[in-house]
T-cell receptor, first 113, second 115 residues
Framework: AQSVTQPDIHITVSEGASLELRCNYSYGATPYLFWYVQSPGQGLQLLLKYFSGDTLVQGIKGFEAEFKRSQSSFNLRKPSVHWSDAAEYFCAVGARGNEKLTFGTGTRLTIIP | KAGVTQTPRYLIKTRGQQVTLSCSPISGHRSVSWYQQTPGQGLQFLFEYFSETQRNKGNFPGRFSGRQFSNSRSEMNVSTLELGDSALYLC??????????????FGPGTRLTVL
């Protein structure tokens, strides 16, 4: 069975500082990996995705993530956060031909001035 | 293209009642998935419909059911509501073919409160 672990429940960073959100997955085959962001009371917005190929993927809003098969990780990074990045971030894993996504428990990001 | 729409956005029901939630996918998308989001359990997959057939099912009791229409619109029904069914119900759509990369596009959700 596939699973996703986001070890950090809550992270606080200063505006302008760099950010890294951790995600570890468990899946037997090559996973499809996603990062979603959710603002309060809203649905989920896709930030970026990894299917195959280049292990460093670029997403929207200046986010990037790196797939490391040896560490079963797919960490999300941003070089300089903005106050508008405050939200909850979810890592998810899926499989080809199967629409079911398994989500991590999420990391809540707080930005301080 | 218009995004995924869900109606209603907010709903208040009492225990024992039933409720129907609606989801209209992105035009051309044939797969609709439903997720339940609660503070305690996080995001959990309910089921997925593709071309009017349930293709995947999560681990929820039979009180939770769904269907999909020929225009790909989907409804989710919860019967005999319990307090624990209070949650944000999210609908997601994707093209859904076997070669799909299952990139899901989510709607804003329906907030269900059971009193």
């Amino acid at each position: 069975a596939q699973s996703v672990t986001q070890p950090d429940i809550h992270i606080t960073v200063s505006e302008g500082a760099s950010l890294e959100l951790r995600c570890n997955y468990s899946y037997g085959a090559t996973p499809y990996l996603f990062w979603y962001v959710q603002s309060p009371g809203q649905g989920l917005q896709l930030l970026l995705k990894y299917f195959s190929g280049d292990t460093l993927v670029q997403g929207i809003k200046g986010f990037e993530a790196e797939f490391k098969r040896s560490q079963s990780s797919f960490n999300l990074r941003k070089p300089s956060v903005h106050w508008s990045d405050a939200a909850e971030y979810f890592c998810a894993v899926g499989a080809r031909g199967n629409e079911k996504l398994t989500f991590g428990t999420g990391t809540r990001l707080t930005i301080i001035p | 293209k218009a995004g995924v729409t869900q109606t209603p956005r907010y709903l208040i029901k009492t225990r024992g009642q039933q409720v129907t939630l609606s989801c209209s996918p992105i035009s051309g998308h044939r797969s609709v998935s439903w997720y339940q989001q609660t503070p305690g359990q996080g995001l959990q997959f309910l089921f997925e419909y593709f071309s009017e057939t349930q293709r995947n099912k999560g681990n929820f009791p039979g009180r939770f059911s769904g269907r999909q229409f020929s225009n790909s619109r989907s409804e989710m029904n919860v019967s005999t509501l319990e307090l624990g069914d209070s949650a944000l119900y999210l609908c997601a759509s994707s093209p859904g073919g076997l070669s799909s990369y299952n990139e899901q596009f989510f709607g804003p959700g329906t907030r269900l409160t059971v009193l």
